[in-house]
């Protein structure tokens, strides 16, 4: 099997790589072994202090309204956190004064949101809290298993169910201006979000509970439909375990499914994310990239890659594979030329294309770039 590009690691960075490169006409694939960090996506891009026309215009192609306003978003503890471009979920606020009084909703046995964490939060900022349960006959079902009743099984009956919720919220509503709910809606239609929004007449806003996060589900799921869409193939649910590499150029990479079918390519990216992924792998002597065993830049002693503060900065979260100024990861110290490393697997080896969701989105923006750029010949 032959493509123009092989991509290794399906979370966002994968993703961003792919419909750049399909958009273009190049066929590519990718390989990812399952789940990645968008299931615990907050909503919110870090270190996307701009927002790019290139970088909105790709998630609205894919159904995904990004809005960028710099300011503060309520998190799931009741604190405040600095943020910017983050999709429509996320309700964005200049400061932590976002209201007078506020009414917080969750569900009957639904134990993964914190509305007195929210509500001590909210006072400090001098806002009146009062807390209530909806009962809803939809969720009977699920509720009787508490393993069951988690965000994503939550969200399926309320994409459907959401004008009862809405119905239940304006019997409560008293002389709040505002209503805080959990992120447990528009798993597979944001829209869900817009019609609660118009029809609760005072804000809404949508706050995270323990993962999976739907939010960052969703955006998996209409990243991946659009890569389909463009013509992509993805591999789900199979791995890289090893590649033919010579003379400095990957020739195939092998996968625990295909066996002896190797994936050949005229370029490689590999997007298999940190430690959280398996993208990079530590024993007690030594981290390492299991695929190609590139070079990661770490500290030589290992008392050195943390620090015994757990609360404190961890310097083991900054190491990653070294790369050269294009994206070429390096093993021996040599770069290999149609290899690009993407996404959190550099760490903060690349600290001019940011952390988290902005590293992803800029290092996968500038590996389809080079793939791209006309050779000379
Ligand atoms: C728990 C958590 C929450 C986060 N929340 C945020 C947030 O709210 N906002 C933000 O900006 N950033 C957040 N981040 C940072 C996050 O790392 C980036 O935002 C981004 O999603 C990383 O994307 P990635 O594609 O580089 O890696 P990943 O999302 O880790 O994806 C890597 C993929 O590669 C696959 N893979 C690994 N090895 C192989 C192999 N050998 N073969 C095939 N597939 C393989 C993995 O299964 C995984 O699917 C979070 C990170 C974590 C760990």
Redesign the pocket.
């Known amino acids: 099997m032959k493509f123009n590009t092989v991509i ?7 993703l961003v790589a792919g419909i750049s490169l399909q958009k273009a006409g190049r066929s590519t694939a990718i ?8 299931h ?3 909503g ?3 270190s996307m202090e701009e927002a790019p026309q290139r970088v909105t215009d790709l998630f609205a192609e894919a159904g995904i309204a990004l809005h960028y306003t710099p300011g503060v978003r309520l998190m799931p503890m009741g604190t405040f956190k600095k943020a910017a471009l983050s999709l429509e979920d996320i309700s964005l606020f200049p400061e932590p004064a976002i209201g007078h009084k506020a009414l917080i909703v969750s569900l009957t046995g639904y134990h993964d949101f914190f509305c007195d964490f929210l509500a001590e939060g909210l006072e400090k900022q001098g806002m009146q809290c009062r807390i209530k349960l909806l009962n809803l006959p939809e969720l009977e079902q699920i509720e009787k298993s508490p393993s069951e009743m988690r965000s994503v099984q939550i969200a399926r009956t309320m994409d459907r169910n959401w004008e009862n919720v809405v119905r239940e919220i304006r019997i409560l509503l008293r002389d709040e201006d505002t209503v805080i709910l959990p992120q447990v809606f528009g798993l597979k239609d944001a829209s869900v979000l817009s019609k609660i929004r118009q029809g609760i007449p005072a804000q809404v806003i949508f706050t995270g509970t323990l993962p999976p996060s739907v939010p960052g589900v969703r955006t998996q799921m209409l990243l991946k439909r659009r890569y389909e869409l463009l013509g992509g193939t993805y591999l789900m649910g ?3 375990t090893g590649a033919h590499v010579y003379d400095g150029i990957v020739h195939s990479v092998v996968t625990h499914n295909l066996g002896n079918h190797f994936l050949e390519a005229d370029n490689f990216i590999l ?4 430690f ?4 990079l792998r530590a024993n007690p002597f030594e981290i390492s990239e ?2 190609f065993g590139l070079d990661v830049e770490q500290a030589p002693d290992r008392s050195d890659w943390y620090n015994p503060e757990f609360m404190r900065e961890q310097p083991y979260m900054k190491y990653g594979v070294a790369t050269d100024s294009s994206l070429h990861p390096l093993s021996g110290g040599e770069p290999i030329k149609n290899l690009y490393a993407i ?3 550099l760490g903060e080896t690349r600290p001019e294309l940011g952390t ?3 590293l ?1 989105i800029r290092s996968a923006l500038a590996a389809a770039d080079e793939i791209l750029k006309p050779t000379a010949e």
């Open positions: 290794i690691g399906g979370g966002l960075a994968g390989i990812s072994t399952g789940q990645n960090a968008l615990f996506f907050s919110t891009f870090e199979d791995e890289a997007s298999t994310g940190a959280f992924s398996k993208g299991p695929v996404g959190s697997i988290g969701g902005g992803a």
